[in-house]
């Protein structure tokens, strides 16, 4: 089980249970206290921060820091800016942020918050965040979704914080909420007796086992995350499945159509969602910063190129192209291959992640009944 190297603490919450949880588990490790929780408090009292230099070796470096502070804003929506990319809104659920002690080679949250954010942070405050939950769900009377692995791992860090343990039963409680549960982890044991009442809706993010090894450094393995998935499905939890981001190197196909194989023989997944290998604009551009020293991938993802042209985006600077992809007629062939072989063993629904109109139009997906494993019902984006 992870544990950090380091511990910084905002004084706030310095007696929270979520905080005495991590200090009893972790005694043993160096912690500090500040007084605020600004990038620069929490870099500033790091002793593991002093060495490193170059972005890459920040962004590891903080892998190793848990900084734990309040609830925060925890609660708020995401909606993608550039609506030329197919992405419904989403209600996000902030327990982690800042992302996790994975070293997935691509992750996005390299960019978004590379050297200025290096640390993991956790928020406490479990009331105060609860009640941010009721405050939004008694807005409607529709059932709502809030996803809690859009910046962070949900359960990498469960064996620390407890926080799918407080919060599944909670779900569990409420008329119209529902958590969303994105992972890379097996550590679910401690969720597998809980009460959740078909409220908490668990995915994997799988990939085929050799991109796993070599590029989701630290991650559980793909034969790992199945038999975790198959723990969960057999406590009742629904479970679907992110296969994302697909990475075409040689023999991919076949390799691509075993990893399929693999996962419909030990699960039912009632969702899949796919995703090709991809990038922001300023992540594409600092590839050779930001990249471990994998030079397959770079090599890999060399001839990419924008998704779209430059246009105007509400809340950008500059024009947007949104991501940097492989060609569209290469993602078609990718997303209809794993589509061919999802469906000879099950009619589960099929989304696209963050995908131009065009690419799900050429596999057959109907936008206006956007089924990605991120919401509970539909979507019409059409």
């Known amino acids: 089980m992870w544990k950090p ?7 706030k919450v310095e007696h929270d249970p979520v905080t005495s949880r991590i200090r009893s588990l972790c005694t043993d490790i160096p912690t500090k206290f500040i007084d605020d929780s600004k990038s620069k408090t929490v870099v500033s009292a ?3 921060l002093v060495g490193p ?16 502070t309040s609830a925060g804003p925890a609660v ?3 909606t993608m800016p550039d609506e030329r990319m197919m992405c419904p809104e989403f209600e996000r659920l902030k327990l982690a942020s800042n992302g996790c002690f994975y070293q997935c080679d691509w992750c996005y949250l390299k960019l978004t918050y590379r050297a200025a954010f290096p640390f993991i942070t956790v928020h406490t405050e479990y009331d105060k965040i609860q009640e941010q939950l009721r405050k939004r769900l008694a807005k409607t009377t529709e059932k709502v979704i809030f996803n809690s692995g859009e910046l962070a791992d949900s359960l990498a860090m469960e064996h620390l914080t407890g926080a799918a343990r407080e919060f599944i039963p909670w779900f569990a409680q409420t008329e119209n909420g529902y958590l969303y549960m994105l992972t890379k982890s097996d550590n679910v044991d401690d969720i597998l007796d809980l009460g959740h009442n078909g409220h908490t809706i668990v995915a994997w993010s799988m990939n085929n086992s050799e991109v796993s090894r070599r590029f989701e450094i630290g991650a559980p393995t793909f034969e790992r995350r199945l038999r975790a998935a198959r723990k969960v499905q057999e406590a009742g939890y629904p479970v679907r499945i992110r296969i994302d981001p697909i990475v075409p190197g040689p023999g991919w196909r076949e390799a691509y159509a075993e990893t399929v194989e693999k996962i419909f023989d030990e699960v039912s997944p009632e969702r899949v969602t796919l995703g090709t290998l991809r990038f922001e604009e300023g992540f594409y551009k600092m590839r050779n910063s930001i990249f471990s020293t994998r030079e397959e991938l770079r090599d890999m993802v060399e001839g990419m190129e924008p998704m779209f042209s430059p246009r105007s985006v509400p809340g950008r600077k500059r024009p947007a192209v949104g991501k940097y ?7 078609v062939e990718i997303f209809q291959h794993l589509m061919g072989e999802i469906r000879k063993r099950s009619d589960c629904t099929i989304a696209l992640c963050k995908e131009d109109r065009t690419i799900w139009e050429a596999v057959g997906l109907n936008l206006s009944r956007c089924s990605c494993v991120c919401q509970l019902d539909y979507v019409d984006m059409g």
Do not use: C, W, Y
């Open 5 to 11: 190297r380091e511990i910084i603490i905002n004084r």
């Open 46 to 48: 790091s002793d593991i």
């Open 325 to 331: 992809s492989f060609p569209a007629s290469e993602r």
């Open 76 to 78: 708020d929506t995401f």
């Open 53 to 68: 230099e170059t972005m890459l070796e920040k962004v590891l470096a903080g892998k190793q820091i848990l900084h734990i």
